[in-house]
């Protein structure tokens, strides 16, 4: 049993000041035992913040003022240390790249049980018990660095059975995966149903599991708008979803939404000669003798996960030197190096392509040289992208869209023709996936090619005139 | 058949003990690379130097192997070659020799021990040896953050290869801080989100903590170390001013 | 009040991450001290660059111990990569040394930060030591390349070398303070980070 009695909560510094707003107030929850329970809203809405009361991050992890009870049957979390919870509570995180401790597979499932102290024939017993019943004997002693995202996130599932907490939390764990592993991970959901397992879930992507849930809770700024039970939950309308800013019921899988790849009237960009393996792999992840794709339009690419999305935007854009394939564009011949110049990819760790002090300087640096009235120009480009009330601000201090929309300014400022995006709404709620879809829109018009790698099929339809899928 | 995870564990365990490895780095460390001892110890030391070639080969690491071989190649032959050369070079050559030859060995022995050891084998050892957990805790945090640090380092080149910053560039002269600053600002975030689950999952309990992989000594252990402690006693008897041979 | 002082898991992961960037960065530099010319260089670059890192890991320091506890760490990956023992006794040293500094400021004090960094530094002079401990015996053995090597040796590392680089150890390190609170300053207390 959880309960939050009257819970309200800001996140603050250790010394006691600096609180910004509330981002939980008033809220009371309870969970039943074997219940399972979804919490869903917009972004900021505090969803994730519940789950952190529970598994007693806050406030032993993220310090802040707290009013109310969280009790787990019936003893206070906050006052208990954060390893006792942890015999409570396991939790999925968001990120499968950060979550885990270990470099190999069995590690990772032993470790809750290791900081524990458990005796070895144990640990060994409860990993080949969750092992067979979640039919994961392929990924065991494996390099996690090597998994794909979603099979790291099996993993993350895997070793909070294998600790074996009663009570599990999942933090938006479907953020980075694409439809099957999606799909694989309501599989493993419907697992710990039958086990009795008490599930709390926090997500966007809430189709995959609608039909499994007990109940619904549905946040807006730190407040709970509506619950919804049983029936309930069937009869709300795609305009009511929409109205609390919730993401689509139906689960649909990108492939299906079916437009087409490229029309006879289009003009096109051709590459030809696309063949890329990793390293130490005789595999192509990328092999493509000749493609056409239609210029000055918003083309979805979609495919597996696996089937080297992220690795063809990488060739097209010149980021791989093993890729010696060549791009006909407007009576154009460009090979690698001069790809570089006329695309540009806006990569899933947006961060890690910001490199300055300010948003201003950030596109300074990508106006082409001898530019004559930079700042203005800059602020222009800026002003079109929204982003002009943060001109001073340190890029890194952005949310995701914003660092986005950024990105997308440098590209425009260095002149591109042709923006690509890799899965740029993975972890968006409904109304910022609106948003990305009506800048993509705008780019179309300043007439750019548009090349974007996404599973979300609610952004397909909302903005993609083109689909390529990768078999 | 099911899936056993205590017969993989065995399957995996590696051909030494990770603390013999550990007596091994530092006996060469000491003696050969720090110059310890006499002329007794010359004839031992040859033995010592070949050693961690030898290991590498007993498990299987060829191309190592063939790197440290060419170094120590390198090394040898511009010692060899010195006395010909004019001026400069001659020191240039001497010095570079010198300093490979006098290094490689025990950096060989290092990645050895770095190639052949798997994290959890090496924490294992360190809490066998009684470290307390907080030199075990940030040091198996480092090794799981090494590759992340890597794979980010390449994503971050990658995007300035695109915005078109490099030396002689685009601000070619602050090209180390567009590197560094995303590079850490990255790293620290995984960090701070690695160090939310693994307190969700129970790191730092005031409990002796298990560790499941195989370590123990062999007898392969036990010929390695009794040579370790053979040098030792040599080199104590030899400043007691007694020789051997 | 004791217990507060205690270590926490937080910590000891924090001491990771930041002795992981600190180490890739002493690695890169050291691949390029395997060409031999570089080796002195090790004693400015590392202090200089390192520094970036370790002022942001210090606003994480609030309690004794961390330095001393990092400054082991680099102890033993020396140790490992083939170093051998003598990094552990300067690690050990200038640890001690870093930890009472920083704690005479309060954790806080941004000058005491940039000292306290300098003589972490100092650490790293322990790299050398096998070059000069035994500096006679050293070219003993090597009597049969001949004279010349031993005079070229003596030339490009002689024993006063010793100081200079223990110096040059330092006072970068103070330089590569005041560039990783420059830093700070400049993007990760912007970035939320610090």
Known sequence: ????????????????????????????????????????????????????????????????????????????????????????????????????????????????????????????????????????????????????DGEKQKIACAAVSVAGAGII?????????????????????????????????????????????????????????????????????????????????????????GLPSVLNEDETLTLTDFHFCYPGSKTPVVNLPTLSLAAGEITAITGRNGAGKTSLLNCICGLEKRCNGVLKYRDRTYNRKARQKLCFMVMQDTGNQLFTESVLEEVLISLPKGTENEKEQAAGILRALDLDQYLDRHPQSLSGGQKQRLAIACALASGREIIMLDEPTSGLDHAHMLETAALLKQLKARGITILVVTHDSELIRACCTRQYTIE | MAYSSAQAQEKRRGFLDPRTKLALVLVLAVFVMG??????????????????????????????????????????????????????????????????????????????????????????????????????????????????????????????????????????????????????????????????????????????????????????????????????????????????? | MKNENKLKGRDLINIGIYSAIYF??????????????????????????????FMLFLTKVKKPGMIFIMAMIMGILMLLTGMGPWPLLTCAIAGVLAEICFKSGEYKSAKKAVLCYGLFSMWIFGNYLPLFTDYEGYFAQRADYGQAYIDAVSKLMPLWMAPVLLAACFVCGLLGGLLGRAILKKHFEKAGLA
């Open chain 1, 169 to 257: 939390l999942l933090d938006e764990p479907s953020a980075n995966l694409d439809y099957e592993a999606t799909l694989a991970l309501r599989k493993l959901i419907l697992e710990w149903r039958k086990e009795g397992k008490t599930i709390v879930a926090a997500e966007h992507r809430i189709a995959y599991l609608w039909d499994l849930i007990d109940r619904a809770v549905i946040l807006r700024d730190g407040k709970i708008i509506r619950e919804l039970i049983g029936e309930e939950k069937n009869a709300l309308t795609p305009e009511a979803l929409a109205g609390m800013g919730l993401r689509s019921t139906i689960q649909e899988s990108p492939g299906s939404v």
């Open chain 2, 35 to 245: 110059g310890l001892g006499g002329g007794q110890l010359r004839q031992i030391k040859t033995v010592l130097s070949a050693l961690p070639f030898l290991l590498l080969l007993a498990e299987r690491q060829w191309s190592r192997f063939a790197k440290g071989l060419a170094i120590l190649a390198i090394g040898y032959g511009l010692l060899l070659a010195m006395p010909y050369l004019p001026g400069v070079l001659n020191y240039i050559a001497l010095m570079c020799g010198g300093i490979l030859t006098r290094f490689v060995v025990t950096v060989v022995m290092g990645e050895y021990l770095v190639a052949t050891t798997s994290v959890s084998e090496f924490i294992s050892a360190m809490e066998r040896l009684h470290m307390p957990q907080t030199i075990t805790i940030p040091m198996s945090v480092m090794f799981r953050l090494f590759p992340t640090i890597g794979s980010e380092w390449r994503s971050i080149r990658r995007a300035m290869a695109m915005r078109g910053i490099h030396l002689g560039g685009v601000k070619g002269g602050q090209v180390l801080e567009y590197q560094l600053v995303p590079m850490m600002t990255s790293t620290v975030r995984i960090g701070e989100e690695l160090s939310a689950s693994a307190l969700t999952r129970g790191l730092g309990a005031p409990v002796r903590r298990t560790n499941i992989c195989r370590i123990g000594f062999r007898a392969q252990d036990f010929v390695l170390l009794a040579g370790c402690l053979f040098v030792i006693a040599v080199w104590i008897l030899e400043l007691g001013g007694v020789k051997l041979w």
């Open chain 1, 1 to 148: 049993m959880v309960e939050l009695k009257n819970v309200s909560f800001r996140y603050g510094s250790e010394e006691g000041h600096e609180y910004g707003e509330n981002s939980l107030s008033g809220v009371s929850i309870s969970v039943r035992e074997g219940e399972f329970v979804l919490l869903t809203g917009p972004s900021g809405c505090g969803k994730t913040t519940v789950l952190r009361l529970i598994n007693g991050l806050i406030p032993h992890f993220y310090p802040g003022f707290l009013e109310g009870e969280v009790l787990i049957d019936g003893k206070a979390v906050g006052s208990q240390k954060l390893y006792d919870t942890a015999l409570q509570v396991g939790t999925v995180f968001q990120n499968p790249r950060s979550q885990f401790y270990n470099v190999d597979t069995t590690g990772e499932l032993a470790f809750g049980c290791e900081n524990r102290g458990l005796p070895e024939q144990e640990i060994y017993r409860r990993i080949d018990d969750t092992v067979a019943r979640l039919g994961i004997e392929a990924l065991m002693d494996r390099n996690i660095f090597r998994l794909s």
């Open chain 3, 24 to 53: 890739v960065i002493l690695f890169a530099v050291a691949m390029l001290g395997m060409i031999p010319i570089f080796l002195p260089l090790l004693s400015v670059l590392v202090p200089i660059l390192g520094g970036i890192p």
